[in-house]
């Protein structure tokens, strides 16, 4: 299958040879190979490769029109993260593409494969950076003047990886050409790892969002300044981490403080600032603001007794996601058509999993009632945010480890070419369907 030598031609790229993880940041050298890479793959194929004024890729086969089935994910990176999440999608719908065309497949109406940049956030800090500015959920203004740890603006480094960022902004002519979405992800959990099955089909993306969360207090020395003088940021940034831990417990939740800047960051200075960034995820939109609100109120009780400020400011928050009934119901019918397959050994196409990597935790029950597993996820997806503009749908296939953004990430590749299979299937029958008809 021809997936299995594009994803050994893209598996060395912006990996780290010590952790086997990935550092692929959206305009930074790894990114840019990989796009690179994607863009080579496509037009190997004769597929019409386009960049929009946002920096996403469109590869289209057949001429750009109305109607258009289209299918994706994404190539960039969370820092030292897994093969599979974002190029498993873009890889497999390549190879689709092959099949398909093994097949027979002609298309009476266009097929098109995006690659969404800043999906993960992992420069510049809002995920789905892509997606959101071509659906109009971010301002063009604000998405220039996004930073990255080393101060680069997402303007700068746009224009030095030689787009125009004073272009960026809503795309409804591009969105009003695609008649459905389908994105192939990795599953984010393991509760796939528990059935026969090797791909399963999304429910519902649960609502989620990222806070900053500033403490400003006063530097001063580490070894003169008494503790009863000291406006000491550290002590309620600490506080709130566990909070955030308690109250995601309280609400059956998901609250991480996962990255954090200290200024000055010295070993024998007091710090005068801690930034800090609080990713939450619950079941409902209620429970989500219930946490956070939650942990607001637990930072600004805990600034107040150490004499510091703070202020948490929201950078980006997608509601529920429910994807449409009708177009995941066929979606899980189109799949189920083929028989599951036995679950194989382990096969290493890059760094293998660990027995202690591997982990049950992070995933959902899934409802088996049409056969296939219909599954939510607590991640967020660039479908996600063209749902509530596009009918949109999600494929997972299986991850026996359970786990995502780490090297342990991991598919079998007998399960990757069952994804590669289903996904052509779905875009078969999706191509076949009357216009406007996807999601019925």
Do not use: K, Q, Y
């Given at each position: 299958m021809s997936f299995d030598r594009m994803w050994a031609d893209l598996a060395p790229v912006g990996r780290d040879a010590d952790s086997g993880g990935y550092h692929r940041y959206?305009?930074?050298?790894?990114?840019?190979?990989?796009?690179?890479w994607f863009t080579g793959e496509a037009a190997a194929r004769g597929l019409d490769v386009?960049?929009?004024?946002?920096?996403?890729?469109?590869?289209?086969?057949?001429?750009?029109?109305?109607?258009?089935?289209?299918?994706?994910?994404?190539?960039?990176?969370?820092?030292?993260?897994?093969?599979?999440?974002?190029?498993?999608?873009?890889?497999?719908?390549?190879?689709?593409?092959?099949?398909?065309?093994?097949?027979?497949?002609?298309?009476?109406?266009?097929?098109?494969?995006?690659?969404?940049?800043?999906?993960?956030?992992?420069?510049?800090?809002?995920?789905?950076?892509?997606?959101?500015?071509?659906?109009?959920?971010?301002?063009?203004?604000?998405?220039?003047?996004?930073?990255?740890?080393?101060?680069?603006?997402?303007?700068?480094?746009?224009?030095?990886?030689g787009h125009d960022p004073d272009l960026m902004g809503p795309d409804p002519d591009t969105l009003a050409l695609l008649?459905?979405?389908?994105e192939l992800h990795v599953e984010q959990g393991r509760a796939l790892e528990d059935t026969v099955h090797p791909v399963g089909v999304a429910s519902a993306?649960?609502?989620?969002?990222?806070?900053?969360?500033?403490?400003?207090?006063?530097?001063?020395?580490?070894?003169?300044?008494?503790?009863?003088?000291?406006?000491?940021?550290m002590l309620p940034f600490a506080h709130t981490v566990l909070a955030a831990r308690a109250l995601a417990e309280e609400h059956d939740a998901r609250a991480t403080v996962a990255r954090s800047v200290i200024v000055p960051n010295g070993t024998n200075a007091i710090p005068s600032l801690v930034n800090a960034w609080l990713d939450a995820r619950a079941d409902s939109e209620d429970?989500?603001?219930?946490?956070?609100?939650?942990?607001r109120a637990q930072a600004e009780a805990a600034a107040r007794e150490h004499g510091v400020g703070v202020a948490m400011t929201a950078e980006s928050l997608t509601p529920l996601v429910s994807f449409t009934h009708g177009l995941r119901d066929r979606l899980a019918a189109v799949v189920g058509t083929r028989a599951p397959d036995a679950r194989g050994?382990?096969?290493?196409?890059?760094?293998?999993?660990?027995?202690?990597?591997?982990?049950?935790?992070?995933?959902?029950?899934?409802?088996?009632?049409?056969?296939?597993?219909?599954?939510?996820?607590?991640?967020?997806?660039?479908?996600?945010?063209l749902a509530a503009h596009v009918p949109t749908a999600m494929l997972y296939v299986r991850n026996p480890t359970g786990v995502s953004h780490s090297p342990q990430e991991w598919a079998r590749p007998d399960d990757c070419h069952a994804g590669v299979l289903a996904l052509a299937d779905v875009l078969q029958d999706l191509l076949a369907r009357p216009v406007g008809e996807a999601a019925s």
């Open positions: 959206t305009w930074a050298g790894a990114d840019t190979d990989a796009r690179a386009r960049t929009d004024r946002n920096g996403n890729l469109w590869a289209w086969w057949g001429a750009p029109g109305p109607g258009a089935v289209a299918t994706g994910s994404h190539l960039d990176s969370v820092p030292d993260g897994g093969a599979f999440d974002g190029p498993l999608g873009v890889a497999s719908a390549l190879a689709a593409v092959d099949e398909l065309r093994a097949r027979g497949v002609r298309p009476a109406r266009p097929l098109v494969l995006a690659v969404f940049v800043e999906e993960e956030g992992g420069r510049f800090g809002v995920p789905c950076l892509g997606s959101r500015l071509t659906a109009g959920e971010i301002s063009p203004e604000r998405a220039r003047g996004l930073t990255d740890a080393d101060g680069v603006t997402w303007a700068e480094a746009m224009e030095g990886a008649d459905v979405f389908v993306i649960w609502p989620h969002g990222r806070w900053r969360m500033d403490f400003t207090g006063r530097a001063d020395h580490a070894g003169t300044t008494r503790l009863a003088d000291r406006n000491d940021p429970t989500l603001m219930a946490v956070v609100e939650g942990v050994p382990v096969l290493p196409t890059g760094r293998p999993p660990s027995p202690e990597g591997a982990s049950r935790g992070g995933g959902f029950p899934p409802s088996t009632a049409t056969g296939v597993p219909i599954l939510p996820t607590g991640a967020g997806h660039d479908a996600g945010v």
